[in-house]
């Protein structure tokens, strides 16, 4: 499921060419949100990812699961999948990414992102959030 920089100015040249042809349900059906969240983070070269599944990160890990090219490490807890990527951050130089699910996944989360902001070490934290009806 990797994707070259050439395949993403494709994939963006097309959708505008068939997002003006084509229905707005059947543009929005050609890729999930996760797997377009992973292909996001194969471009940025992201190897590793910390996380803890929930309900509301599922979708990502599926996509996750159908992908080699990120090594995702399961952890016990969201804290500790923030401390993780923090030192992988601080010992590579590259940016640690995490990945917890909403509520109190997220906010076990608060202190590793605390701790990383103030260090001024580069993380990215993915959080996944429960649907809410319009």
Do not use: C
Not at 5 to 28: D, N, R
Not at 53 to 59: D, E, I, K, Q, T
Not at 113 to 129: F, H, K, L, N
């Amino acid at each position: 499921m990797e994707i070259s920089k050439a395949e993403l100015t494709s994939a963006a040249a097309a959708s505008q060419g068939a997002a003006s042809s084509a229905s707005p349900s059947q543009a929005s059906q050609d890729l999930m949100g996760s797997e377009i969240l992973i292909k996001s983070l194969q471009a940025e070269n992201v190897q590793y990812i910390w996380g803890y599944p929930g309900g509301a990160v599922l979708y990502i890990y599926d996509a996750l699961y159908k992908q080699d090219t990120i090594q995702h490490v399961l952890v016990r807890h969201e804290q500790a999948a923030v401390h993780a990527a923090d030192g992988y951050a601080r010992a590579t130089g590259e940016v640690g990414v995490a990945l917890v699910t909403s509520g109190p996944g997220l906010t076990n989360a608060v202190t590793g992102i605390a701790t990383a902001y103030m260090d001024s070490i580069p993380m990215v934290i993915i959080s996944g959030q429960v649907p809410t009806p319009a």
